[in-house]
């Protein structure tokens, strides 16, 4: 597989773990600077409660699911997210919030300070 053409459709989803791993990695590390589930390059972060689930995360949603800018942008992925959470009431969880509010402006969404007064 080429790095330089993006893979699309099956051939996206159809990568290793190891493959996918670093990519998700990146995503994490681009969206939330600083995250210790982005700072291990794909590996488990030590003393994480399950391994395993930080794995699939970083080859399902941080792959395969946020490196899919060809179906719409970072921007408009997050700012669905962000809405969603808040539109279902999920806001009493901020864990999840506290996560995906930051990632949304890294990804373009404007935060408060940008907003003309």
């Keep these: 597989m080429s790095e330089l053409q993006p893979l699309t459709g099956l051939a996206r989803r159809e990568r290793r773990g190891s493959q996918k791993r670093p990519i998700g990695a990146k995503n994490i590390q681009r969206m939330l600077p600083g995250s210790p589930n982005g700072m291990y390059g794909g590996d488990i972060p030590p003393d994480a409660w399950s391994g ?3 794995l699939m995360a970083l080859e399902d949603s941080y ?3 946020w490196d899919r800018t060809d179906v719409i942008d970072l921007r408009t992925r997050s700012l669905f997210n962000v809405s969603l959470m808040v539109g279902v ?9 506290r996560f995906h509010g930051p990632g949304a402006i890294f990804n373009g969404a404007p935060s408060k300070s940008s907003r003309p007064s």
């Design 63 to 65: 792959c395969d699911m």
């Design 52 to 54: 395993d689930s930080a």
């Design 89 to 97: 009431g999920n806001v009493s969880n901020g864990f999840e919030l």
